[in-house]
Each structure stands twice: as structure tokens, then as C-alpha cells.
């Protein structure tokens, strides 16, 4: 895995975690899951939570920016390139969004003043709440992952063509125009007259 996969990836799991999280509460505390993030040691998740969707819709719509704009500029489809093993990609990003999820709602607890939940009911709500994200995520960027580097290549090529067909200018002495001859044969003597020329 190159290391522009790896920061994607883990771009991904950190803003999956949020959105496992919240998906965890709901399923958890069911209509209260608002109430309970929006106050005490959660205050904090509702701005995270919209920053991390806002980043990933961005990341999302600039993707699929890419794609099209390699499919308008070569006039046909991008075949797909090469993506990671679909059950390797899932794996690491449910173990990378479960370790986020742990941490997070064991430093909330001890910043609340509370007791720390027991592993296994972490490992439950984190499971119920980050794997159908992980899972999500995993189709999203294998697609992606697909996709994204074969129309930048694309793109890349179509632009060095572009550019090589851009004409050089070669600069042009300039003449100065011969008034001597022009003057002497009376053309300009009665341009200020109006009318059809006279004979």
C-alpha cells in the first residue's frame, strides 16, 4: 500500500469513527442519542461529527470531480486500475474505526468523572455502530481508489498533449508603413470627403 492509500485510508477510518459513533449511540440510547452528545463530556461531538462529514463529502465530491472530468476530457470511460483486497481494506478500517471509538468513549468517561465501560460492551455498540461505516466506507474506497488514479493519469496525459500543441509565437519585426510612397500617389489627399470614390 503506497503511503497516499495509507493516509487515505486512515483519513477515512478517523471520520468513520465519527460517523460509527454516532450511528452506535442512536442504535444504543435510540431518540435521547442527540441529547446525550450534544451535552457534558460529548459537547464536543456534534461539531466533530458535521467537520468530519463535511471532509469526507468534500474528499467524495472532489473524487468524483476527477473521474468526470478525465471521462469529459478523453471522450470515454476510464477503465478501472488496481484496489486493494476488498475483506484486507475492511478489516483495517474496522479495527482502525473500533480503536478510535474505544479510545474516544474512554477518555469521555474519565473526563466526565465516570466509570470506564467494560470491554465487551464497548466491542458491542463499537462493533453494532462502526462495522455497517466500515463496511460503507471499504465499497467507497475501493471504487474510489479505482477510479481516482487511473482519470488522474488520464488527466495528465490529455494536459502534456494539450500543452505540446500549444503554438509557439515567434516575434515579428515590425515594418514601418511606407507613408512616403503612399503620400506621393494622392490616395490619402481626400479621405476626409464622404461619398462613392470619384473617377
Known sequence: MTARRALAVLGVGVAGSQAGHLLAYQLRFGDAAQQLQAAGAHAYFPAVARTAAGLVSLALL??????????????????????????????VLFTLQLGC????????????GGRVGSAPL??????AGQLPVALAATL???WLGARVRPALAALRVRLTLSLRLVPTTIPWRAWPPATDLALSDGIFEHSH????PSF
Do not use: C, D, K, Y
Open 193 to 196: 470627403v464622404r461619398g462613392p
Open 140 to 142: 467507497a474506497l475501493r
Open 101 to 112: 471509538f474505544a479510545v474516544q468513549e474512554t477518555a469521555e468517561a474519565l473526563a466526565a
Open 122 to 127: 464497548l466491542l458491542l455498540w463499537g462493533t
Open 62 to 91: 472532489a473524487a468524483m470531480l476527477i473521474v468526470g472530468a478525465a471521462r469529459v476530457a478523453g471522450g470515454r470511460r476510464i477503465e478501472p486500475g488496481s484496489s486493494p483486497s476488498f475483506v484486507r481494506l475492511l478489516a
